[in-house]
């Protein structure tokens, strides 16, 4: 329970604030900042359900149809007589202050006059939050457009904040997003919202606590965030769904209309009729977030020179993807989706997953004898830049003595050269996650 430490003084504080004269859109935003970086939020779209619970001894949110039978009243906080989409009433019991929130679950405020989707409820929901949490009731019982010179700047900051909330400056300035469609989907507010927000992203408001927001969320936006878009409603609204086609074989998702065969399993693959409404929509799978790339350096063994043709790194795996017939290929299939060939990274392909499922199945043994893995060695590598892909194949965990241990594979990682170069870099980054670095131990094995 959040009650303690700097929401204490939130909680308590009962002073009106000077006369605002302009939207405060960086204290706003790092009231929402806080919020998330508080409870560890580090997925997308952001759990309102689960902040709601967090705060279920202050604030208690009804929807409108649910209030009317609690409350025993035909118009909780008169929201349709004001045709208002939602309200919050502060109730003072002398230490602290609680809160009431309604929102219009019926339709009566909503422009379209239909039930309001679950994105504009949410937005309602966040944009309550927002007058609670940036202190907009201190002074009054329920904020009236009438009776409140302020409203039109309040009215603002809650909407800020809620933006801030669901689209996290700190993960969408680190992130590629293919357009605001996608930003809708992905943190499920209304495309409107989601516009004003790339908008907004395209002037540099990054701060430091926005890298902890980012940090916070990298597994997800690494990994997780593959499941997401690969789920509802990403296929199921229509935006993307005739345009992309699951391998009924594999499950590997493609885009667009052109293929005949997998690109992943080669097997034989029945084209979908293009939407023509989202005709020139690109789908875009990942990655996510633009990892370091030493150009020219193979996957599997690390290393990086080129041989004399071009098609060859020195070690002898292919170091491009074309096929005999001509077509060419990301680094990430491996079959022609033309002619049903065999590509020449198939074999890259095939090692680098046995490589990773080594890797899972050495963190499995890790938790399962009871050690803590680092969740943020992943995030640590890539602030390693280039050089984190030479621990592409490693594992760290911590032991009962609260010893760091990283597992390299010995092929990459003590034989790289800039060896000492590499510790030194992961020192300072270790630092900076207040890790103490002679506790940390360093053990080259065969994965
Ligand atoms: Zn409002
Ligand atoms: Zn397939
Ligand atoms: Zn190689
Ligand atoms: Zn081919």
Not at 111 to 122: E, L, N, V
Not at 198 to 225: C, G, M, S, V
Not at 382 to 398: D, M, Q, R
Not at 402 to 420: E, P, Q, R, Y
Request: a neutral charge; aromatic letters at 14%.
């Amino acid at each position: 329970m959040i009650y303690t430490g700097k929401w204490k003084c939130f909680w308590s504080t009962n002073q009106k604030e000077d006369k605002i004269e302009s939207p405060r859109f960086e204290l706003v935003k790092s009231k929402a900042v806080d919020l998330l970086l508080e409870l560890g939020i580090n997925a997308l779209p952001v759990k309102l359900d689960r902040i709601i619970e967090e705060f279920s001894d202050f604030i208690s949110v009804f929807k409108w149809s649910e209030a009317k039978d609690i409350l025993k009243t035909d118009d909780p906080l008169h929201l349709k007589q004001k045709n208002i989409s939602g309200r919050a009433l502060r109730i003072d019991d002398g230490c602290c202050s609680r809160y009431l929130v309604v929102y219009d679950d019926v339709g009566f405020s909503s422009p379209y006059k239909g039930k309001p989707s679950i994105m504009m409820q949410r937005w309602t929901v966040g944009h309550e939050f927002g007058h609670i949490f940036s202190n907009h009731l201190l002074g009054t019982d329920m904020l009236n457009r009438e009776e409140n010179s302020e409203y039109g700047i309040l009215e603002i900051e809650a909407n800020f904040f809620a933006a801030e909330l669901f689209m996290p400056t700190g993960v969408y300035s680190n992130i590629i997003v293919p357009d605001s469609d996608f930003i809708s989907l992905l943190s499920r507010v209304s495309i409107d919202a989601s516009q004003r927000r790339e908008w907004y992203l395209t002037f540099n408001h990054y701060n430091e606590r926005d890298d902890l927001i980012f940090k916070q969320f990298f597994n997800f936006l690494n990994d997780d965030i593959k499941l997401v878009i690969n789920e509802e409603p990403f296929h199921r609204n229509g935006l993307y769904y005739d345009f992309t086609h699951k391998c009924k074989n594999c499950g590997y998702i493609m885009i667009g209309n052109v293929y005949k065969y997998c690109i992943k399993c080669g097997s034989d693959y029945k084209s979908g009729k293009e939407n023509k409404k989202y005709k020139n929509k690109n789908f875009y799978n990942g990655p996510f977030i633009q990892l370091p790339r030493k150009n020219k350096m193979c996957i599997i063994c690390l290393k990086s020179s080129v041989s004399e043709d071009d098609k060859k790194y020195a070690c002898g795996h292919p170091s491009n993807n074309v096929c005999s017939c001509g077509r060419r290929f990301g680094s990430e299939a491996s079959y022609c989706s033309d002619c049903g060939q065999e590509l020449p990274m198939k074999r890259i392909n095939d090692m680098y997953i046995q490589r990773i499922e080594e890797i899972n199945q050495y963190k499995y043994a890790i938790s399962k004898s009871g050690y803590l893995l680092f969740d943020e060695w992943d995030y640590i590598r890539y602030k390693l830049g280039p050089t984190g892909l030479k621990l592409n194949y490693s594992v760290a965990f911590f032991d009962d003595f609260d010893v760091l241990h990283i597992i390299t594979s010995f092929n990459t990682f003590s034989l790289s050269l800039d060896f000492i170069r590499t510790k030194t870099l992961i020192k300072k980054e270790l630092e900076d996650s207040k890790i103490v670095y002679e506790n940390v131990v360093f053990n080259d094995v065969k994965l």
